[in-house]
């Protein structure tokens, strides 16, 4: 029997994943501008050149790991709401995911803390990020609403501003003291009180 061996194609896509995964690593914990392509390269076994190969410039590489930690964001909510067909839930199955992946949210803290800075090649993708999120939490929100599972007495955009806060800081207090703080469990007791008050008879 034959064995098939990967094609290049499979064989670069690999490769690029490894360095991305490399590269979340080092981001996280030295920062966009602490981070050097020597240190991703070393770390994926390679030379600082075949690195470049698959990301030409610490930039592209940067935005390559924004777009897939992206990515998995959104898949992880849209996974979540599909098996619990609640925001509320699927908001908190991520926050409990996030909190046993530290390097995932101490790599979002740091680089969003560092692309406050208009100059940071990750700025622009980072307000897009948030605009995002909110129009998206804002919509969900306004559906939660139509079913009666939020109050709403709320306003959706406003409410989607305060979650995003509040989950950002859940992810930073943890980061600063794992010990003491859950982001899971404040997040699911805070969504529980937005329900709708039910009229006392």
């Known amino acids: 029997m034959t064995r098939t061996q990967p ?3 499979a064989r ?3 490769q690029r994943d490894r360095v991305l995964r490399a590269a979340m690593d080092i981001f996280a914990t030295q920062g966009f501008r602490g981070a050097s392509l020597d240190a991703v390269a070393d ?3 390679m030379t600082r050149q075949g690195l470049l190969h698959y990301f030409p410039s610490k930039v592209q590489l940067l935005l390559g790991v924004l777009e897939v930690r992206n990515e998995d964001d959104i898949a992880l ?3 979540a709401i599909a098996d619990s067909h609640a925001f509320a839930d699927a908001l908190v199955a991520l926050a409990r995911h996030n909190q046993q992946r530290p390097e995932l949210i101490r790599l ?3 680089l969003a803390a560092e692309s406050v800075d208009a100059g940071h090649p990750g700025h622009d993708r980072f307000v897009e ?4 999120a909110r129009a998206g939490f804002t919509e969900r929100i306004e559906t939660e609403q139509r079913e009666g599972r939020i109050d709403a007495r709320i306003a959706p955009a ?4 305060l979650l995003i806060a509040v989950m950002d800081g ?3 207090q943890h980061l600063l003291d794992p010990a003491s703080v859950d982001m899971a469990a404040p997040l699911a007791e805070l969504l529980s009180l937005l329900a709708p008050v039910s009229p006392r008879t």
Do not use: I
């Open 170 to 172: 859940l992810q930073l």
């Open 108 to 110: 979002f803290t740091v």
């Open 12 to 14: 670069g896509r690999s």
């Open 77 to 79: 909510v849209e996974q």
């Open 43 to 45: 770390a994926v076994g």
């Open 158 to 161: 406003s409410l989607a501003v």
């Open 129 to 132: 990020r948030y605009r995002s």
């Open 7 to 9: 094609s290049s194609t």
